[in-house]
């Protein structure tokens, strides 16, 4: 294999970050243990949640499927260890609101004893779907962070004309190292993960992008892979972000709003590519990944950790902390959820623990001072300061308008800021608000919907194309016979006249 050819273009804005203090990316990897309890919540991904399948007491062996998808967009959940369901119950995570959410809890026996695995495929001989099937069967999820359910992206790979395959392995958070200990220890592994996919989406070319590493390269070099393309890009953050790498790679940027496919391109991670290839070639369900556990610990590493260990277990296993008042931090400095309780598990999407002995400790903001130092850095090429402005005013129109939802929240802005305004929080808290007000109208929606079909029924309007699911009948034609009724409905009641007091009943 031919290394590394240059990335032929660039993407806008960018920071170049310093290292990690307590850097872990040349410990190879090796195995963390097993702790006594692992929690594996039922909502690891992007999705609906999973439904646990095991109750309490129960024994499972590893590998064991305990917890189903909910649902096309859901994801299966294995056991990560043999031994017995102590409850599901609702424990807490890594996440921004530090909410908890329901996972099962598994006590471990220590004897790790396996479930039997699911029948390994010959991917070459099989169609695109049967692979897309058993990349469900195994739970894959991305492991880049985004947690999206890899079978869903290969199931809009598949018949949709993708020309270009992307294997992401530009791990651009300083610190972070998993996936550059995969690229040089299981690079065959990530390789025959990256060709499986590309059937399964019939690519017309795959890229393997990762970031100039001499150490890298030389692992590359040794495992000629005519099928897979290398292409290193700088180490400049967020290189590896989705958009910003498609860009570097191909010139093509995806439009605002836009997704990958719908440019031909589908992207994934390096980690997920080696979960593939276990899940097919080995039919191994994804039960463990690799974690970098690096920053002011004594023995900075790159473990192989099984789903649903806490964070605590890892601490230990990098022989703890060297500063009692590090922050500890799941995922990069920069995109990473502060962690505030080290009994929260590693879930799939977890590539790093690192404790930050020097992060900055939030100090009062001071006003903008319009330097514009943030809209030179913002790699999506957006305003940070009038999105800073119109939301912390929570005008979340005016924030829409100016592309709210196409941040990343990378955090180059905060970044540079001279103000010490932490423009992602403001971000963050805007389209949260946002979502959360989508969701009250729907439901508002959906009340008022029910309430007029009732009184409709009430009326003795039940013909018609309404049933109690709303199958039947398509989405206008429910909306058409909803409002006739009303209108039925508010006709009769004007011909009969004012309502006697004490309300329907008559007053009796
Ligand atoms: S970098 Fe900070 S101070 Fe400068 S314009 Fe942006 S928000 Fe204002
Ligand atoms: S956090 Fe958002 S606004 Fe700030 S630089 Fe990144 S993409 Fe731009």
Redo the contacts with the bound molecule.
């Keep these: 294999m031919s290394v590394a050819t240059a990335a032929r273009y660039d993407f806008p804005g960018g920071v170049v970050l310093p290292p990690v203090r307590g850097a872990a990316a040349e410990a190879a990897i090796v195995a963390a243990g097993l702790p006594a309890r692992l929690v594996l919540p039922l909502q690891q991904h992007i999705g609906t949640p999973s439904v646990a399948i095991v109750t309490a007491g129960e024994r499972v062996l590893k590998g064991q499927l305990i917890a189903r998808s909910g649902s096309e967009v859901g994801m299966h959940v294995h056991a990560s260890t043999s031994g017995t369901v102590a409850g599901v119950g609702a424990h807490p995570i890594a996440h921004p609101g530090a909410v908890s959410v329901p996972a099962i809890i598994l006590d471990a026996d220590g004897e790790d004893r396996r479930a039997e695995p699911l029948a390994p495929i010959d991917w070459v001989a099989v169609t695109p779907q049967e692979v897309q099937l058993r990349i469900a069967a195994a739970g894959v999820v991305g492991l880049g962070g985004a947690g999206f359910p890899t079978h869903m992206k290969v199931r809009e790979g598949i018949g949709a004309a993708v020309h270009t395959l992307i294997i992401n392995g530009v791990e651009c958070e300083p610190g972070v190292s998993a996936d550059e200990r995969l690229l040089r220890e299981r690079t065959r592994e990530v390789l025959a993960g990256a060709r499986i996919l590309a059937h399964a989406v019939q690519a017309r070319r795959c890229i393997l992008a990762v970031k100039r590493n001499p150490a890298v390269e030389a692992a590359l070099a040794a495992t000629a892979d005519a099928a897979v393309a290398v292409v290193a890009v700088p180490a400049s953050y967020p290189a590896g972000g989705e958009k910003q790498l498609i860009l570097a790679l191909t010139g093509i940027e995806v439009p605002s709003a836009g997704l990958p496919i719908h440019a031909g391109i589908l992207m994934y991670n390096v980690a997920t590519a080696a979960a593939v290839q276990r899940a097919v070639v080995h039919g191994e369900p994804l039960i463990s990944r690799v974690v970098t556990v690096a920053g002011a610990v004594r023995r900075p590493g790159n473990f192989d950790v099984a789903i649903g260990t806490p964070v605590a277990h890892l601490l230990d296993a990098a022989g703890g902390l060297t500063d009692p008042g590090a922050v500890i931090v799941a995922g990069g400095p920069m995109m990473g959820v502060r962690v505030h309780d080290v009994r929260v598990p590693v879930t799939k999407p977890v590539n790093a623990v690192l404790a930050l002995a020097d992060a900055a400790m939030p100090v009062p903001a ?10 030179n850095v913002c790699p999506v090429r957006l305003q ?2 009038a999105l ?1 402005a119109q939301a912390r005013a929570g005008n979340l129109d005016a924030a829409q308008d100016l592309h709210l939802f196409d941040c990343i929240e990378c955090g180059c ?1 905060a970044y ?4 010490g ?1 932490p ?1 992602v929080h403001y971000y963050r808290y805007a389209k949260g608000e946002i979502d959360a007000l989508d969701r009250a109208a729907a439901r508002a929606q959906d009340a008022r919907q029910r309430f007029e079909i009732r009184a409709a029924r009430a009326l003795g309007d039940d013909d018609g194309p309404v049933d109690d699911n709303g199958s039947g009948a398509s989405s206008d034609d429910r909306r058409a016979y909803v409002a006739a009724a009303i209108e039925r409905v508010r006709s009769r009641r004007a011909a009969a006249g004012p309502e006697p007091a004490g309300g329907d009943d008559g007053g009796t």
Excluded at 366 to 375: A, E, F
């Design positions: 001071l006003p903008c001072i319009r330097c514009g130092r943030c809209v940070p300061q800073y802005c540079v800021c001279p103000s305004i423009l």
